[in-house]
């Protein structure tokens, strides 16, 4: 992938729809953005809860067949991220088991910052896990309540865990969603034809053709009846610090969502405008890294009145059995994910917006595809502050330890990836752009501030 | 698909290079856009002429293990375009013959206008054909031929035939590449580590590290031979009257190619900004169909001094296993492949700039999804003249007759598709934006004036 | 399947040994007629135990690189029979979890009686459970041992355990083999090159070059060092009455394994040589259902100085992805699995052995054949006694309550099958050819004298 | 394989039947024996001749949506051998071609043995080719007819045409069948519902429900209507000396086919009972090389009064994609395909049965595997001659020139194969039990009389 930040993961749900295994299938697809390693369905029909999940896209995972045998009226789904490790089908979710209180399947957005800890007690308790992932020991704690309710015994499993948890939940009595108390994942409802929905993103509910409702707020339980006639909402947890991950608007949201009422395409325009003011560039043409960043480099070139263009060119056709060139091929020049129009930038000075910078490789390796092009200045522009600090709250960024910005400061980052110039936002910019219309962002990646503590020997694995 | 024509053909070729078949995967990897309905490469090696292919992506069709098997030092391949009808296998190309001359491979990029006839005139001698492919007649033809040598029979094979061909042909002597008198079809020659490449497009020239040395002239041969060491140029027929297709430049190519000389994005980037002169609008901003319209749109806005928008937000994972969803879905409301930006365009007055109409129905439908997410106004400005004839060198406008311009009046085509209003470019815009720095382009859709007779019963199959 | 008994599961394991992967794959390929609906694989090595299991045949879920990616020093396998139900990937094994202890994976052939207890206890601790399997109480119990060692920890596990278990247990710091304490199911210890197996039968020990060693003895525990230099045995369990499954030596073995010592085929051979002493029959010729019943027939027809001949023949390429006939088509007559001799069997008196009747169904219908084919008299005889009783240690009868000879005496049976005479063997029989030679089988099925209590509400799924 | 004969092809066809692309499926699923390395189905249905094939199994090609896509009221289809060496999807059939007089498609069964020659006729002619299969030839012979109807096309044609062809050939005015002049292959006619069938054997008439009819004779065209109305006989070529493949009895053909008459398990029996007759044998039991020996095996066991054993067990499981062991694995002694019985040849005087030695390696195998396995002697008895020279005529006898019996005598060979004594039958034999009930048979490869003369540089490829 040309982008050093792992994506993240999606979810989705519908109660109360006859055809609610098809309609997750459409909402997932539209989430795909949010992860292309697995995809995975479970639905609740009379007999139980009827789970189906594979690696790869959605489109490979499921078939009108499958689709058609999962049936049932409420289902939940999820996509997860690809990593660049081994394949493992035992983290895909919905994750669905079986416990004296009946069946129940879960997906899960998010990273709990004290999953090992709570495994380790689950585990010295006698509980045994199949999974690598954060997210089985929800179910582990759900099941250790005396709760004589699934909401209460929800609450009392969630009250002992902390981070990063949009949650998706189906029982045979009913689909709940909740979202932490920081909030840090999106999580919003939709309705459709009477049903209720459950999405992390607003597009998705657009794709069902759907009507937006509402975020859920941090904290917040929603139950849907079975039969979805009825919507039962908990503030099942003192709200933490509002603390929405802002990468969510730099980077994984896709363009035509809106989050808290922004619209993620506008706010990185807006962030491009804003760049072009802070730091002004006195070049020929602007030009963004697709497609993250195509937003903010049209906010960037309107602003300063430069042409926009399209500096590089992406094949999209990359898949899960796309023959990666070897070593030697790279270097005698294969360029296969990348292209740059050498017509265009051939002696040109190019301003290069891009969203992030997260180990400097990539970076360094476009300014050189330009320049190979026959660029003669090219100016970094980054529509987001330094990426100083590790995120335990559901962003995998890959290496960690290896954050360019952690241990050099802007000018040495400029001499590393062979720049020009090199200019950032900072965080007010952020706040001032996003975080004012939005309510609080979590902006930790930049400052260090984490909303939720961490544990010590914290190294979980996304959800 | 969202756009109305069907995607032509690419042709791919390396000859004297150690991983052949290796870079023709990757250059036809390049040219994925130009055809996706099948992929095939053929390899030369001491033994004789070996052909994989199969239907779907490039990345389908070839795994690490098959390139590896295929091996050989000179190759050739091919992406078809899809069709909306029955799969077909034994149409996917190259299409590798033995005859009294030994082995041959062909792939070809084009439409002849006469395939009907030589076929029959064929069959009548006794031939019989295993395709339904216009390219099949080729191959016949040559074994027809009694020249002595395979540059003389190609040069008989192809002097009876009339149409566009973009052909590349493997033999155990080398590999030929053919652009015919007119030039229709876009074919380029480069360089790659001392290994001469024949490609469709240059974006596919660069994606494997090669450098482009020149287009190939309307009816010129040029053979490679085994080693590569040589390359031998022959004008094997009169030229005709130079007819590059238009559609190469408002549609077809990638933005990162460039045809004689001229960039495709900075091209369609100039059809914008013309329209903008031509046809202005007081709007508030600018937003193009994805993928193709974006440089047109961008090019409107800059000249109109209005914001380019991402207004339409296009599903990039849309693959051969996909499940479209059923007509009940689709009135419900699902939108799978595009969905609008409510928040951008709710009140607003929208210019929505687009490549071409053909039938109209896809405009129609993104209007209706524009308005639907609350668009003040909806104009719709088109980067090319109302396409009013059928083409027959290569454009399959999938159902003849329904050409909507070939009936209407632009108002009516107004009407037609709810927009509030509608301009398109004429011929003289394109002749001069293109025409003059490319030489002379075939307008025939748009003028009805065919560069080469076509027969009377035409219906042939593009290859 | 033409056969009315489900088939069982195999589990197969090498410790020590460099190509521990590879061995494991030719040892369960050897045992896939114990199942056929799913193969499994997980090995240890440095960085921890990895598994990989799918639906279908050992050759459908394993490719070359699979194995090779496995890699490691010790590796556990499993076959799982196919059930007419859905395909539950859920259920495959190894089961691998991780617990205090560290990882571990567990391989299990059998049906534990009080699995349905044993679960519900566990769940109102609190314990989830991720498959239907009866295998996955067994790694729970292990996780509540508190144990100094994993040997104990099994053996506190398996003491609350009743019913049928061959089992192989893959840890990091060995692996263990345990048979129940009436030894239900075989399981058997080989050697190779230096590292140990175990086996469900002598026949996959060939398989892979390995030497028999020794039958564990019914409530043994052995386990074998990492690296295969020690093995370890310990009697765990006061053994219980000796309950070999009498139905390995009539149906389920493969014909070149031998079980404590007598050879399958010879034992089958044995039990139609009996037959024909005890169930004489004027007839023409003998004939046994393909595959398990030809031993049985031979033996019969050497005894009854008859001429052997095949009189059904079985179309051996039945797969997972074969299209079985409508009943219109079956109604028609389209015979895909059994056809007759017709010229062989037309106007002659057969005697048909089998080996057991369950429901009844298959017999009607492989007469009826016989008939059709021209047979003028078919006489049935059955290697075992009429099969009365369910079975709860690992076989699954398909639709139970539904065993013809528990509802009906042998002319009754004779008659619904549509035979001109029937007889069966009685126990004493096989205690005379069997028992006497491998010590006490477990009859349970024609006797109901079941070895281990049942539990009340029993309703398991076999290992 | 265990066998040293490659398998040949089988043809299948159904003329007139509402279900026939279904009943080809079941009807090539019952050929399978006679090929497994492509399979394939060609139908007509209104809009003309829909092909489809693939490598490997008819399950595997073929799925019930593919089957249901076919539709059509005519069908043929094809299962071909599978070769050692590369994978040729281009050889698989039917070929489905293309001419003046319409669409053909052509299904074959045999070897020509002048079809070099009329190739390079063809080819100096202009024609070009695209399999290296010899049927390509004859479609190519029939568009070059001027004749007025298919039928005298197809007997223009075949008249140039030398060796062995049992032909289906479909076309829009129906479906014709084609016996050789000396009628080597078999193939006979069948009746189901009112619709003919065409079939290489008869168990697949049995298979789908049919009644089988009579055998076509050699040099006899039938001519079954589009609508099976009408079924027209021509004897289109003067009979040669006729010469029904000797094997068919011997090796290919399912025991539960007759051949004029004749079945070919009993006729395997009766062989082996003249085999015990003429070289009797001091041993304690008799086993056959499983399955195409079984039945002389038995036989011989009959006649000789002793026991018949099944000394050797056969995996059944061996697929495509099975993973053959290393060479390395091999000599360890890993053994996948035939295990013997040590229990029972364990210090015993075994008669080992099998069909033919043709190099010889596969029989020292056997020999050392039952040695092995302890047995005291091993005496080989053939229940056929030896086999001395190739046939040109369909059997692919893989390496040519190693045919060991064409090199040495009895006794040379007995020594090479290490067994104790060897015996075999002679011509008179099979001509005595065979021969004399169906008329002549064709023993070329046991005498060097080759009833059709053979073309210098003969060296076809079998269809």
């Not at 503030?235 to 991950?245: D, E, V």
Request: aromatic fraction near 8%.
């Amino acid at each position: 992938m040309s982008h050093e930040i792992c994506e993240e993961c999606g979810v989705f749900a519908v109660a109360g729809h006859p055809k609610a295994a098809e309609l997750c299938y459409y909402g997932l697809y539209a989430l795909q953005h949010r992860g292309q390693e697995s995809a995975g369905i479970a639905v609740y029909r009379k007999s139980g809860i009827y789970t189906r999940k594979g690696m790869g896209l959605v489109s490979d995972v499921f078939s009108k067949e499958s689709i058609r045998d999962l049936g049932g009226e409420m289902a939940i789904g999820h996509v997860r991220y690809s990593t660049t490790g081994e394949s493992r089908l035992e983290n895909a979710q919905p994750i669905t088991v079986k416990m004296w209180r009946g069946e129940m399947s879960l997906a899960h957005n998010g990273n709990l910052v004290n999953a090992r800890q709570l495994r380790h007690t689950l585990e010295v308790q006698g509980s045994i896990f199949q999974t690598t992932s954060d997210t089985e020991v929800i179910p582990h704690l759900v099941a250790k309540s005396l709760a004589g309710n699934t909401l209460d015994a929800l609450r009392f499993a969630l009250s002992q865990v902390r981070g990063a948890y949009a949650l998706v939940v189906l029982t045979p009595e009913g689909i709940f969603g909740v979202k932490d108390p920081n909030g840090f994942r999106p999580l919003c409802l939709g309705e459709v034809e009477g049903a209720y929905i459950l999405s992390s993103e607003s597009c998705a509910i657009d794709a069902v053709g759907g009507r937006f409702v509402r975020e859920l707020e941090p904290g917040e339980i929603v139950k849907i009846g079975h039969l979805s006639a009825s919507l039962q909402s908990v503030r099942a947890f003192p709200p933490g610090r509002a603390s929405l991950c802002v990468f969510e608007f730099i980077y994984f949201a896709r363009p035509d969502s809106d989050i808290y009422g922004l619209n993620v395409h506008a706010a990185r325009k807006a962030l491009g405008r804003r760049l072009a003011i802070k730091a002004p560039c006195d070049a020929d043409l602007v030009t963004g890294v697709p497609d993250s960043s195509l937003s903010a480099a049209s906010g960037y070139a309107e602003e300063a009145g430069m042409p926009y263009e399209m500096g590089l060119v992406k094949n999209r056709y990359i898949g899960r059995t796309f023959i990666a060139p070897e070593q030697s091929m790279r270097e005698a020049g294969v360029r296969i994910k990348l292209n740059p129009l050498r017509r265009l930038v051939d002696g040109k000075r190019v301003v290069l917006v891009d969203d992030s910078i997260v180990r400097g490789t990539t970076s360094r390796h476009i300014v050189g595809l330009l320049r190979a092009a026959g660029a003669r200045e090219v100016h970094v522009r980054i529509s987001s502050p330094p990426y100083r600090y590790p995120c335990y709250y559901g962003i995998d960024t890959s290496s960690r330890g290896e954050l360019i910005a952690s241990a050099m400061e802007v000018d040495e980052i400029r001499k590393a990836i062979e720049a020009d110039s090199l200019a950032f936002l900072d965080v007010a910019d952020l706040e001032d752009v996003l975080g004012k219309r939005v309510g609080s962002l979590c902006y930790a990646c930049f400052t260090g501030d984490y909303p939720v503590p961490l544990a010590r020997d914290f190294d979980g694995d996304c959800g």
